[in-house]
């Protein structure tokens, strides 16, 4: 039997926002019993992907593990792969910020390891064929794509290819990915024996395991913990070494006979293309018998979710920001990185860390991207104020309020607040997930200042919805800190058709807006209703974490729970205290209204544990109106941020 060219590996990932516990337990359980392991087996090599957020936490928290490395890199046991510091889908990124980012992970790995990464890794093998010379340009000789998308190309999985691009080339290794190419996870030397019995007998074999997957290995191992599960994996690895050699993607290179050439297609991981599936009606998924059953674009990941997409807007807003910074290298430098921050791809989907789901890692993002933005803003030189642009690549221009305290992104449609930003927190209040409970009120998009009409006395009989309607924007010369929206809204009432006219007006002011509803009744009789503005608020990450206290009556208290469905009436205040943040939000109305307040939760999964996780709150305040025929009402609602 030939004797076959085995390379293990792991890449190894936590994003932007996780908590420090998440970060210790992973090191725990995955990274260290690893590594500390496998320097014990000087015999087996290796090749290892740390992020550049893995590797800062690391050298803050654990710099034993550094050096770990260092020795372990000097002695050519193991070989570091470079990539994007801060883990991107790299083609959501433009081109400048790949660069940037593959070269800022480079220099970190040269400068604390003394070598430069000669392969780079690519999160979630999101590929597209311009990567090519991107790569190679970055000083990259290979990089690692799924077995999948190398019979996908019509070449052979058991050796690697080259591919061009404008010119330039880049070797592709094809990987046997742990968490999709078996039908479970399993130890290395079942790994190579698997694919050995159903491929024949390969030249080589690539094995990548995403780092947490020490996890369920163990588990499944029953062994009394991780280091004696990797002792006796890597103990029968050994006991391989007849037929199995295991070495370094540098090394085998040196010894490759002549590659066979390959395109490749728009592709990524099967679970990120799965997660795209609404969106894209043909994917890419293969199954354990090796069938294909299509393709697809990653870039179809945002079209899942419309949180995800205004994520990728206000990334790419605050890109064109930094990009026309001139002048101050510092402070361009500062707002770049940032920016990087946030290009952290969990936060674009929901992934194996529970992605866009967990509001920490949203939260990062949107911090980092706050951040950027305000870095981008010259001290004594900006001037707040109210734009239009096309953000959300809708082919609909938005109304963008950017003031020194607070920013508010306002959209035609539905005539809602869809962020809400403050500066100084750094925090986007209008960041919410739709809840995916049954019991929920509704679902679909969650922004600010939602408006629906429901009958008198309740919330949840509604005869007119406002949140799908496009409103108008009215004249457009209009001041700096105002803008005035209109729409025509038929509701039913006793069996027959009804217009009532809304004109909603944004007026911004320094620390706070207000938002001023005239309903005029077109109609020959008196029309009698309820008219509801809705807030989605992200205050928080857990309920806990929020506060709501509502007033009546000018000084009377009323506490209201921020983890259970709360409702009260006659209220003129409501505070929404974010409580980490140091910061709450006041809202009163010139007329004392109903409130219905409720926690939302979306079911997401981290690592395999599947949990509901809190995503905001829905705030419904309503009046019950009587509107003369010819006639009109008008209601206020302050919003202010407070210290």
């Known amino acids: 039997m030939q004797k076959c060219s085995c390379i293990i590996g792991t890449y190894n990932h936590l994003p932007q926002g996780t908590e420090e516990s998440s970060f210790e337990e992973t090191y725990q359980v995955c990274w260290r019993p690893f590594l500390s392991t496998l320097y014990r087996f000087p015999d087996i090599a290796a090749v290892l992907h740390y992020s550049g957020t893995a590797l800062s936490w690391l050298e803050a928290r654990h710099p034993e593990f550094i050096m770990l490395l260092e020795e372990m890199t000097s002695r050519k046991q193991i070989e570091l792969l470079g990539g994007a510091f801060f883990a991107p889908l790299l083609p959501l990124v433009p081109g400048p910020d790949r660069l940037g980012q593959m070269e800022m992970l480079t220099t970190y790995i040269r400068k604390a390891f003394g070598r430069r990464p000669r392969g780079c890794w690519i999160q979630d093998y999101a590929w597209e064929p311009g990567f090519t010379s991107s790569l190679e340009a970055c000083g990259f000789d290979f990089t690692f794509l799924q077995e999948r998308q190398f019979r996908m190309a019509g070449v052979d999985s058991g050796r690697p290819a080259i591919t061009e691009d404008q010119g330039r080339s880049l070797i592709v290794f094809p990987a046997f990915d742990a968490g999709e190419s078996f039908a479970k996870v399993v130890p290395f030397h079942e790994a190579v024996a698997d694919l050995r019995s159903r491929q024949g007998d390969l030249p080589l074999v690539c094995i990548m395991y995403p780092g947490s997957a020490a996890r369920e290995l163990w588990a499944a191992s029953g062994l009394e913990s991780p280091d004696v599960f990797f002792e006796k994996a890597f103990a029968a690895l050994q006991k391989e070494s007849l037929v199995v050699e295991t070495t370094t993607p540098s090394r085998y290179l040196k010894t490759a006979q002549k590659l066979n050439r390959a395109y490749f297609s728009s592709s990524a991981s099967a679970l990120l293309l799965e997660k795209s599936r609404p969106a894209a009606p043909r994917v890419e998924k293969a199954g354990n018998d090796g069938t294909l059953e299509g393709f697809g674009s990653s870039r179809r990941i945002l079209l899942r ?53 967990r509001p920490r890692l949203r939260g990062a993002a949107y911090s980092a991207l706050i951040l950027a933005e305000k870095t981008t803003r010259q001290r004594g030189g900006f001037s707040s104020g109210v734009t239009m642009a096309d953000i959300d690549f809708d082919g609909e221009r938005e109304i963008l309020y950017q003031g020194g305290e607070f920013n508010a992104y306002v959209r035609l449609k539905g005539g809602a607040i869809f962020e809400l930003d403050s500066l100084r927190t750094l925090t986007n209040y209008a960041s919410v997930i739709a809840s995916q409970d049954p019991n929920a009120r509704r679902s679909g998009p969650r922004h600010c200042f939602q408006d629906s009409i429901a009958k008198s006395g309740s919330f949840g009989q509604e005869i007119a919805n406002c949140r799908e309607a496009t409103y108008g924007l009215e004249d457009s010369d209009r001041p700096a800190h105002l803008a005035v929206l209109t729409k025509e809204v038929t509701l039913e009432q006793s069996g027959r058709k009804k217009t009532v006219f809304i004109r909603k007006r944004y007026t911004f002011r320094k620390v706070a807006l207000s938002v001023t509803y005239e309903i005029a009744n077109r109609e020959n009789d008196t029309l009698n209703f309820r008219f509801c503005s809705e807030l989605n608020l992200q205050a928080g990450d857990q309920p806990d974490a929020v506060g709501l206290e509502g007033q009546r009556n000018g000084s009377e208290k009323v506490e209201l729970s921020s983890s259970n469905k709360a409702a009260a009436s006659g209220i003129d205040l409501l505070r929404i205290e974010n409580r980490a943040a140091g910061e709450h939000l006041e809202l009163r109305a010139d007329r004392p209204f109903e409130l219905l307040a409720m926690p ?36 206020v609602l302050n919003l202010e941020f407070r210290p």
């Open 305 to 357: 979710h419309e949180e995800s997409l205004l994520l990728y807007a206000k990334m790419q807003y605050v890109r064109i920001l930094v990009s026309q910074l001139r002048g101050d290298k510092s402070r361009k430098k500062s707002a770049q990185e940032e920016l990087w921050k946030a290009q952290c791809g969990d936060a674009y989907w929901n992934g194996p860390s529970g992605g866009f789901f």
């Open 600 to 635: 939302l939760f979306q079911n997401a999964s981290a690592y395999g544990t599947e949990a509901k996780v809190y995503q905001g709150a829905s705030i419904l305040v309503g009046w019950d109106l009587s509107v003369p025929p010819d006639a009109s009402v008008k209601v």
